[in-house]
């Protein structure tokens, strides 16, 4: 049996999409049922209940051969309440139900010089090494920036033409599409012949800057896009004002300049699986349909 904890997010929902099609058995690990799509509902296990509550991951892990975990990114926390204290719930029953393998969501950036100063990067890497102390094989699979994070600025591109961040916009950066992720994660956890403990950067087709991108999606939809450079303090007072705690904000001005200097390109060079879906195709099949919506 494989659980799957966070079914219905954009990299939850497409593993269950992907084991689905392998016919793998599953159960869901979700807070509200009814948020899962029918079919779904129809033809895998549920617990509902949140992958945070020991109760809800006793029932969950009965008789579980695999477990795909993702921490949901709750910036109201602090990055270790988020990270860490969400996560030893779920080590305490993968030892108590003997869990064999866990494929975990994390970011990339281990074994270089950022290590321990780049945000919710180092917070990630803390919460796999929480997780692997449950004893089970681990795969974390370690992502860069999501493709999909650009459609959260779906609006200001649709009604500025604009798109921000703090990074100089020349940089190169890797980024991974979420649908490709639900594929690795499926593979992985559908295949039970993998041991041992490591993180697997987890890499989209190339490395694009942001001038790049807002080049690419100019061309797919047809008007002018362009990159606007913010500064970082600008970038962590937008965090703070959405009700992010001063920890996760901060967290997400010190992963952006690890990565601006260079921390994504020292994480791809561990061994990668390379996905396939490259930013041009992301931008027609995911961001132009909710750009024109
Ligand atoms: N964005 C990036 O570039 C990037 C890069 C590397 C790694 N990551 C990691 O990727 C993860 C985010 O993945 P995602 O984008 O797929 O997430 P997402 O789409 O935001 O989905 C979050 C999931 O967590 C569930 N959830 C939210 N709050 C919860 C709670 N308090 N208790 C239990 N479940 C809860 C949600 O379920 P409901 O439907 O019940 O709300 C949903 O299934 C984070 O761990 C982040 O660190 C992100």
Known sequence: MIVITAPTGQIGRNVVRELAKLGASARLVARDASKLDPDVRARFEVVEG????????????????????????????????????????????????????IVSVTALGRGTRWAHEAGLVSASIAMDDLLMSAGSGFRGMAMPSFMDNVARQAAAIREKGLFFGPIDGDVRLPATATSDMGVVGAQLLDDATWSGQEEVAVLGPEDLSNLEMAEIMSQVLGRSIRYQQIPYASFKQQFLDRGASESFAQGYVDMYRAKEEGMDAAGAKRAAIRTSTDFRTWVERVLKPVVLA
């Open 50 to 101: 949140s992958h945070g509550d020991s109760a809800v991951l006793d029932r969950a892990l009965e008789g579980a051969d695999a477990l795909f975990w993702l921490v949901p990114p709750n910036a109201a926390l602090t990055l270790e309440q988020a990270y860490l204290d969400f996560t030893r719930p779920v080590v305490e029953a993968a030892r108590k139900h003997q869990v064999r393998r």
